[in-house]
């Protein structure tokens, strides 16, 4: 897990492309309102990060879409409007409003989508194969691998 104290040199080398991204198999409908991106905006995706690392430890609540708790649609729907980009409201809406990308080219910021026997479940991609997401029911939005 990558320390606090070692997201800004995380951050500090990764500056490419913004784009909402289903990189595994899939997980959202219709298209996002978003502002204009730079190709290699790294400004947004250090905003992303930092808003979404500002949700740790918050609650899992099904359904949930802001800071009392979050589904994982909602977690990164919330993280995306903090960072003035506007996403669909379902996992699979946002699966759909993306385009996909091997995961060897995903960045920090982008979303990663997986499949389970259960449904769909959306990820904010941090780096070095990690993760922030908000789980499941009874556990908090954490940072996972």
Not at 25 to 52: F, H, I, M
Not at 88 to 103: K, L, N
Request: aromatic fraction near 8%; hydrophobic fraction near 40%.
């Amino acid at each position: 897990m990558i320390r606090s104290r070692d997201w800004s040199q995380a951050l500090f080398k990764i500056g490419v492309a913004i784009a909402l991204t289903s990189v595994l198999a899939a997980c959202a409908t219709s298209p996002p309102t978003q502002k204009p991106l730079g190709v290699n905006d790294r400004t947004v995706r250090e905003e992303l990060l930092e808003d979404a690392l500002g949700e740790i430890g918050r609650p899992y609540v099904y359904g949930g879409a802001d800071t009392h708790g979050f589904d994982c649609s909602g977690l990164t729907r919330y993280v995306y409007e903090e960072s003035g980009i506007d996403l669909p409201r379902t996992a699979a809406q946002q699966r759909r409003a993306g385009r996909t990308i091997p995961f060897h080219s995903a960045a920090p910021g982008d979303l990663v989508f997986y499949r389970f026997d259960k449904g769909l479940h959306v990820t904010i991609f941090v780096g070095y194969g990690e993760v922030i997401h908000a789980p499941a029911t009874g556990e908090t939005v954490i940072v996972s691998n």
